[in-house]
């Protein structure tokens, strides 16, 4: 596995060439690749925390940390993604790994919120989420909420 770079900024920090990978992979994995036709730029990305993963430059791993109280009572991970070429090698563990330990460090005490697509339970599930509520349709495509809460 290569060595992944990592960055965790605010709105205000990405470059304009950076905001573009980022919508564009966000794109191509939650429209196109999962047909699912929807407003991705929902008014939050200016609150958030944008973590991205670039391996030799190209950005192939993206999710989005939203602060307590932005849209929820607690932090909230969201937009989780893995290139469709590099899904399998671990990056998105990485990804999650990265994101919580952000989320710990900044938005200490708070609870993390996850709106979870449900084919993906068991990987949260592993690490350390836990299922909170049935399944719902989010955009056509079923959905679970999940919770990591702040240990102590």
């Known amino acids: 596995m290569q ?14 060439e950076l905001l573009y990978a980022v919508l564009q992979l966000r794109t191509a994995v939650f429209v196109i690749e999962q047909n699912c036709a929807y407003q991705d730029m929902d008014g939050y990305d200016q609150a958030a925390v ?4 670039h391996l030799d430059g190209k950005l192939v791993c993206y999710a989005r940390l939203l602060p307590p109280g932005s849209k929820y009572a607690g932090a ?8 469709m070429k590099f ?8 990804l999650m790994s990265v994101a919580i330990k952000y989320c710990h460090l900044h938005f200490s005490g708070e609870a993390i919120t996850l709106s979870a697509q ?9 690490m350390g989420f836990v ?3 049935e399944p719902y349709m989010e955009d056509g495509i079923p ?9 102590g």
């Open 143 to 151: 959905h679970i909420e999940m919770l990591m809460n702040w240990p």
């Open 50 to 53: 944008h973590v991205t993963g």
């Open 131 to 133: 299922t909170v509520s």
């Open 118 to 126: 449900q084919q993906l339970e068991d990987f949260y599930l592993s």
């Open 76 to 83: 909230n991970i969201g937009r989780v993604i893995t290139a």
């Open 3 to 16: 060595d992944m770079q990592w960055s965790c900024l605010e709105f205000g920090s990405l470059s304009g």
């Open 87 to 94: 899904r399998g090698g671990g990056y998105g563990r990485q």
